[in-house]
C-alpha cells in the first residue's frame, strides 16, 4: 500500500470514529445503528466494515484511542516534574480537561461502555490498567522519598483514588440533567477534583516530626 494510500485509510478511519462519537452522543449507544453512522460519515455501510467488524468494535476503538492519547500526554508531563503530588494534580487536571472539553465522552466512557459486557472482555481495560499502574508508580515514587507513608498499600490505594476520581466525574455527568436546569443539582468538576486532591493528600502525607 503506497503511503498516499495509507494517509486516506487513517483519515477516513478517523472520520469514522468521530461519526461513531457524534451518533452514540446524538442517539445513545444502545440505539444507535451501523448504518447512521455510515451515515454520518460520509461512506457505505460496507466501506464502514472493512474498518471495523460491528458497533462495538467502533466503541471500544475510541474508547481505545482517546484513552490512549490522554495517557501519552500524561506520560510526557508527568515526565517533566519531580514532586509526586504534582505529578497526581497533572494527571487528573489532564483528566478533568479532556471531559471538560467533551462532556459527552464522559457520558459514554462511564455510562454506556461500562453497561456492556463487551468492556470487560476486551482490550480497553488495558488502558484502564495502564492508568492506574501510572498513578501505583507515583505513589511508590512518594513513599521512596518520605512525602507519603512508609505502609501506605499503594496497590489499594491507586483503586480508591481511581474509583473515587470516576466517582467524581460521574456526578458531573449527571449534573447536566435536566436536574440541574431546575437548580435542584450544582456541581463543580474542578472544585470537586480540588478537594479529592486535598484529601487524598492529607491522607497520604505522615505526620511532621
Same mark, same amino acid.
Do not use: P
Given at each position: 500500500m503506497s503511503r498516499n494510500s495509507d494517509d486516506k485509510s487513517k483519515e477516513r478511519r478517523k472520520v469514522i470514529l468521530d461519526a461513531a462519537l457524534k451518533t452514540f452522543v446524538k442517539r445513545g449507544y =444502545? @440505539? $444507535?445503528r451501523v448504518s &447512521? *453512522?455510515? $451515515? &454520518?460519515? +460520509?461512506?457505505? &455501510? +460496507?466501506t464502514l466494515y472493512n474498518y471495523f =467488524? =460491528?458497533? @462495538? &468494535?467502533?466503541? #471500544?476503538?475510541l474508547f481505545d484511542e482517546k484513552w490512549g492519547g490522554i495517557i501519552e500526554e500524561i506520560k510526557k508531563k508527568i515526565g517533566r516534574l519531580d514532586d509526586p503530588n504534582k505529578k497526581l494534580k497533572a494527571m487528573?487536571?489532564? !483528566? !478533568? $480537561?479532556?471531559?471538560? %472539553?467533551? %462532556?459527552? #465522552?464522559a457520558e459514554i466512557f462511564l455510562v454506556d461502555i461500562k453497561q456492556s459486557s463487551i468492556f470487560l472482555n476486551n482490550y480497553p481495560i488495558n488502558r !484502564? !490498567?495502564?492508568?492506574?499502574?501510572? *498513578?501505583?508508580? *507515583?505513589?511508590? @515514587? +512518594?513513599? %521512596?522519598k518520605g512525602i507519603y507513608r512508609k505502609d501506605l498499600d499503594t496497590r489499594v490505594t491507586k483503586m480508591i483514588i481511581f474509583g473515587a476520581a470516576q466517582g467524581i466525574i460521574l456526578s458531573w455527568v449527571l449534573s447536566e440533567s435536566s436536574a440541574v436546569k431546575n437548580k435542584t443539582f450544582q456541581f463543580s468538576l474542578f472544585r470537586a477534583a480540588r478537594a479529592l486532591r486535598d484529601i487524598f493528600k492529607s491522607g497520604l502525607v505522615g505526620e511532621k516530626r
Open positions: =444502545s @440505539e $444507535t &447512521e *453512522i455510515a $451515515t &454520518e460519515a +460520509g461512506v457505505a &455501510e +460496507g =467488524s =460491528s458497533k @462495538e &468494535e467502533l466503541l #471500544l476503538a487528573f487536571s489532564m !483528566v !478533568v $480537561t479532556m471531559f471538560k %472539553r467533551n %462532556r459527552h #465522552l !484502564v !490498567v495502564e492508568f492506574l499502574d501510572l *498513578i501505583e508508580t *507515583i505513589l511508590e @515514587e +512518594g513513599k %521512596r
